[in-house]
């Protein structure tokens, strides 16, 4: 069965700090796909990447990067040099490549404070 | 990007009366929409997957007479809670799902922003 782990419930740092949340994912199957979506107070889902189980190669978008390792099936997410505005619950999802429901980890919710 | 609009945003009903939340995809016909369910401070749910012309499939443990789903159109899906009790409010997120890459068959998920359910 799928599942997604997301060990830190909340983190708070302080603005300019880099910070690193964590997901681990298990599943069955050889195709699958990971997301990271950033849930704001206002409560609509905003999507931040997708990355399928082929494509183990780090991704970097701004100050956001992604590191997807197989052996340890994880993919954690970077914030670097955070924001008042990165304050958010992030979730990790999973999706199996034969089906179409998205796993959703419990979230992290990250508090960036001034 | 595909856009998913959600009616209304936030509703307050009274135990005992039924609601109707509305789903739309935009900008592209969605043959798949996913009903979740978000209670506070917790993660999304998956309650039910909506196929056009066709019965919606409900997750375990969602009462399919309580939540009615209706996906008569290609844009269109609707989640009627019936007899609403305090313990259905919630956040409710619907996701339409874009048609296959025409040649990968790859697709995406676009979520709605949500409806705020409270039951008085």
């Known amino acids: 069965a799928q599942k997604v782990t997301q060990a830190q419930t909340e983190i708070s740092v302080v603005e300019k700090e880099d910070v690193t949340l964590d997901c681990v994912y298990e599943?069955?199957?050889?195709?699958?796909?990971l997301f990271w979506y950033k849930q704001p107070p206002s409560g609509e889902l905003v999507f931040l990447i997708r990355r399928n189980s082929f494509d183990e190669q780090n991704e970097i978008s701004g100050r956001y990067s992604w590191n997807f390792q197989k052996s340890t099936s994880s993919f954690n997410f970077t914030i670097t040099a955070s924001q008042v505005v990165d304050s958010a619950v992030y979730f990790c999802a999973l999706r199996e490549g034969g089906s179409e429901k998205l796993v959703f980890g419990k979230g992290t919710k990250l508090t960036v404070n001034p | 990007g595909a856009v998913v609009s959600q009616h209304p945003s936030w509703v307050i009903c009274k135990s005992g009366t039924s609601v109707k939340i509305e789903c739309r995809s935009l900008d592209f016909q969605a043959t798949t929409m996913f009903w979740y369910r978000q209670f506070p401070k917790q993660s999304l749910m998956l309650m039910a997957t909506?196929?056009?012309?066709?019965?919606?499939?409900?997750e375990q443990g969602v009462e399919k007479d309580k939540f009615l789903i209706n996906h008569a159109s290609l844009t269109l899906s609707t989640l009627t809670v019936t007899s609403a009790h305090p313990e259905d409010s919630s956040f409710y997120i619907c996701s339409a799902r874009s048609p296959g890459h025409r040649t990968t068959g790859s697709y995406e998920q676009y979520f709605g922003p949500g409806t705020r359910l409270t039951v008085t």
């Open positions: 909506s196929n056009e012309g066709s019965k919606a499939t409900y």
């Open positions: 599943t069955r199957d050889t195709t699958y796909y």
